[in-house]
T-cell receptor, first 113, second 113 residues
Framework: DTAVSQTPKYLVTQMGNDKSIKCEQN?????MYWYKQDSKKFLKIMFS???????INETVPNRFSPKSPDKAHLNLHINSLELGDSAVYFC????????????FGDGTRLSIL | EDKVVQSPLSLVVHEGDTVTLNCSYE??????LLWYKQEKKAPTFLFML????IEKKSGRLSSILDKKELFSILNITATQTGDSAIYLC?????????????FGQGTRLTINP
């Protein structure tokens, strides 16, 4: 009965490859987010979707492309992976328009060799 | 630019001690401040604060917000080893659409038995 689930939990790959991370939430929320947490533990927002529509798009290289097939899913595709992409990527969800907290998944640790 | 600064960055205390974690912020059009606890995986929600001077309490944890001085504190009394974690503070600026959180760098709290 996990609320926000991400797959895979770990991803080890070589520079230049393309990879995807999937996220699903069963909380009935209408807004989903992707965050990047670097080695210094800073969590920074990357994208947000509300009802499948892109709402927040921070300064992120266009090698990163989010896709939301429906409001319960938000996937992150990364092209041409670089060493600096190594981080933990967190998915989160919330109910927009109300003062409700965001709920986070367990994260995907991406390591680029 | 919206900014959140937490202090101390790291804190080591003995079980049973009381700790106070600090969070100061600069944000355009403040909406709310949130505290999260991050152990090994997902940040888990602790408190959301929107009004000055009203203490939020949950067991041994409590938090209060000062919107005039732009800071919040998180208190933990009678600490236990299970309180060891990174505590993250985030502010939510008023923003059309999704909830956009700006996180601090976290305080790493270690409770020794």
């Amino acid at each position: 009965d996990t609320a926000v689930s991400q797959t895979p939990k770990y991803l080890v790959t070589q520079m230049g490859n393309d990879k995807s991370i999937k996220c699903e939430q069963n909380l009935g929320h209408d807004t989903m987010y992707w965050y990047k947490q670097d080695s210094k533990k800073f969590l920074k927002i990357m994208f947000s979707y509300n009802n499948k529509e892109l709402i927040i798009n921070e300064t992120v290289p266009n090698r990163f492309s989010p896709k939301s097939p429906d409001k319960a899913h938000l996937n992150l595709h990364i092209n041409s992976l670089e060493l600096g992409d190594s981080a933990v990527y967190f998915c989160a969800s919330s109910q927009a328009g109300r003062r409700q907290p965001q709920h986070f998944g367990d994260g995907t640790r991406l390591s680029i060799l | 630019e919206d900014k959140v600064v937490q202090s101390p960055l790291s804190l080591v205390v003995h079980e049973g001690d009381t700790v106070t974690l600090n969070c100061s912020y600069e944000v355009t059009n403040f909406r709310s401040l949130l505290w999260y606890k991050q152990e090994k995986k997902a940040p888990t929600f602790l408190f959301m604060l929107t009004s000055s001077g009203i203490e939020k309490k949950s067991g041994r944890l409590s938090s209060i917000l000062d919107k005039k001085e732009l800071f919040s504190i998180l208190n933990i009394t009678a600490t236990q080893t299970g309180d060891s974690a990174i505590y993250l503070c985030a502010v939510e600026p008023s923003y059309e659409g999704a909830q956009k959180l700006v996180f601090g760098q976290g305080t790493r709290l270690t409770i020794n038995p």
